[in-house]
């Protein structure tokens, strides 16, 4: 809408110098500049009107007035043709038609005010999308940033716990405690480790036990052959 009435007012201003000129001068190639500009003003007014969106009253009174105003400012170059046909001076035709473009001027000001208006609402509009699509990024990357340490702080935990736990248990058997409880709840590389604390830890429960029966049977074999030599002697 800015864009139309913009090139409108331009188009106006000149057919006005074209008015101008053709009133001090006279020449046939001014006047159909003049009309080649209201022409072009009649176009963008039909444009302006076809422009998706809502018209207000401004604007329809300010295209019907636009119109009215380019037919009577044509109406006005006849009446200077014929002025001049007649002899009129150049003040006597200024006189009679000086200000006939004021409507038309304060025709496109009325639409360019509101064009301004709906394109700063416009741009209003977008800046605050912009600021709260901005604060809606930021809130979601500092909540990706705390899942991220969070989950982090998961992870460190379910890896550094078990492998403290079997860092005790191999302690544990080290200093020869056999009686350590081994608990495997997972099967990654740290369930992995503790199967083998723990396989390890009944192979050598099994080892000692079977070392203890060893010498508990030596043992009773040693008290027996000393019983039979001393029934002998």
């Known amino acids: ?20 000129n053709y009133v001090l001068r006279g020449a046939d190639d001014y006047r159909n500049k003049f ?26 009174s ?18 200077v043709v014929s002025m001049k046909m007649m002899g009129s001076t150049i003040e006597e035709i200024d006189t009679m038609h000086k200000g006939a473009d004021a ?23 977008i800046t605050s999308t912009v600021t709260d699509s901005k604060r809606t990024i930021a809130i979601i990357g500092i909540l ?14 379910r890896i550094t716990r078990p492998l403290k736990e079997a860092a005790v248990l191999a302690s544990a058997v080290a200093k020869g405690d056999l009686t350590q409880h081994i608990k495997v709840t997972s099967g990654d590389e740290v369930g992995l480790l503790l199967q083998s604390l723990k ?5 050598l429960t099994g080892i000692v036990t079977e070392v203890r029966g060893t010498t508990d049977s030596i043992g009773t074999a040693s008290r027996e052959i000393a019983q039979g030599n001393a029934d002998l002697s």
């Open 199 to 203: 396989d390890m830890n009944e192979g």
């Open 103 to 125: 409507p038309l001027r304060k025709a496109f000001d009325a639409l360019l005010a509101v064009a301004k208006q709906e394109e700063d609402a416009t741009s209003q509009s």
């Open 62 to 79: 300010a295209l019907q007035h636009i119109k009215e105003s380019t037919n009577a400012y044509r109406a006005a170059m006849k009446m």
């Open 1 to 20: 809408k800015y864009s139309a009435a913009f090139e409108g007012k331009a188009d106006l201003g000149e057919g006005i110098q074209m008015f101008e």
């Open 35 to 60: 009309l080649a500009d209201m022409a072009a003003i009649d176009r963008i007014a039909e444009r302006y009107a076809e422009i998706p969106g809502d018209i207000g009253e401004i604007e329809k």
């Open 144 to 157: 990706a940033a705390l899942v991220s340490v969070l989950l982090a702080w998961v992870s460190t935990i």
